[in-house]
């Protein structure tokens, strides 16, 4: 399961922007972006966040996911489809002149901090 080294990552990555501001309080929630097509499994994120948080900064915090869509532009209809899995062919006219625009970020939003 990678999800649980990227989990690793993200606590790291929240406790360092914590120190690095300076802030003492409390993690409350972090948020992240997780595109859809960007291969990592949201409920394997949340079981790996609730396994290694214990003993971080991030003990008490939640974690809050958005999860955008992909989109399949078509070169040849220019349609603009919102896709959840990697398609092949345009949804419209199913021609494969199609460019896949998005979805893949995996990203630390937010971080808040109780005051
Ligand atoms: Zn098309």
Do not use: W
């Not at 900064?57 to 899995?85: G, H, Q």
């Not at 625009?101 to 808040?112: K, N, Q, Y």
Request: aromatic share 4%; net charge negative.
């Amino acid at each position: 399961m990678h999800e649980l080294s990227i989990c690793n990552a993200l606590i790291e990555e929240a406790q360092n922007e914590v120190r690095r501001s300076g802030r003492t309080g409390r993690i409350r929630r972090i948020d992240l972006t997780i595109g859809r097509l960007s291969g990592v499994s949201c409920d394997s994120l949340r079981f790996a966040f609730d396994l290694l948080k214990p003993g971080t900064d991030l003990e008490d915090a939640r974690m809050a996911i958005a999860e955008p869509k992909a989109t399949c532009y078509c070169r040849t209809c220019n349609a603009r489809v919102e896709i959840d899995d990697y398609v092949m062919q345009c949804p419209e006219c199913f021609g494969g002149n199609i460019a896949i625009e998005g979805g893949r970020d995996l990203l630390l939003e937010s971080i808040e901090i109780e005051d």
